[in-house]
């Protein structure tokens, strides 16, 4: 048993966890990174002179406590919060979870996080996120 797959067993139970395969197309962008850049630095090692294109998988979870919008979805990266889908997103992948049959589920999904270089003499990128989601061909 990975680390990964312990830590979600203490998160979420397994039988209540979604996996959601995509196309390998990565063109859903995830909002909020720029407040989680140390925990992305974390993930991937840190910041290198080329980059990162890393894939990983990312578990998608109802944040209903919050504080600024209560249907909100938080991203997490082995166990580490990276980030949220957009408040449209968020909605919709609620609403697609509820007709598929799995309201308030958790979702596992396949993600990359991009960016992370340090070249020096200030070009420097910021980490970023993009999901393998299709949240309108989701079921």
């Given amino acids: 048993m990975s680390f990964f797959d312990s830590l979600l067993k203490t998160i979420?139970?397994?039988?209540?966890i979604v996996h959601i395969d995509g196309a390998g197309d990565f063109d859903l962008q995830i909002v909020g990174e720029s407040h989680y850049q140390d925990e992305l630095e974390?993930?991937?090692?840190?910041?290198?002179e080329d980059g990162h294109r890393m894939e990983v998988e990312a578990m998608l979870i109802h944040d209903d406590d919050n504080p600024y919008d209560n249907k909100a979805i938080k991203v997490c990266?082995?166990?580490?919060?990276?980030?949220?889908?957009?408040?449209?997103?968020a909605r919709e992948f609620r609403n697609r979870m509820d007709e598929a049959g799995y309201?308030?589920?958790?979702?596992?999904?396949?993600a990359l996080i991009v960016g992370g270089w340090y070249r020096g003499g200030g070009d420097e990128g910021?980490?970023?996120v993009r999901l393998d989601l299709p949240i309108y061909q989701l079921f």
């Fill in 103 to 110: 309201p308030g589920m958790s979702a596992v999904c396949n």
């Fill in 12 to 16: 979420v139970p397994p039988k209540q």
């Fill in 42 to 48: 974390k993930i991937t090692g840190g910041k290198t």
């Fill in 126 to 128: 910021h980490f970023g």
């Fill in 77 to 89: 990266i082995e166990g580490s919060l990276v980030g949220h889908l957009s408040q449209e997103l």
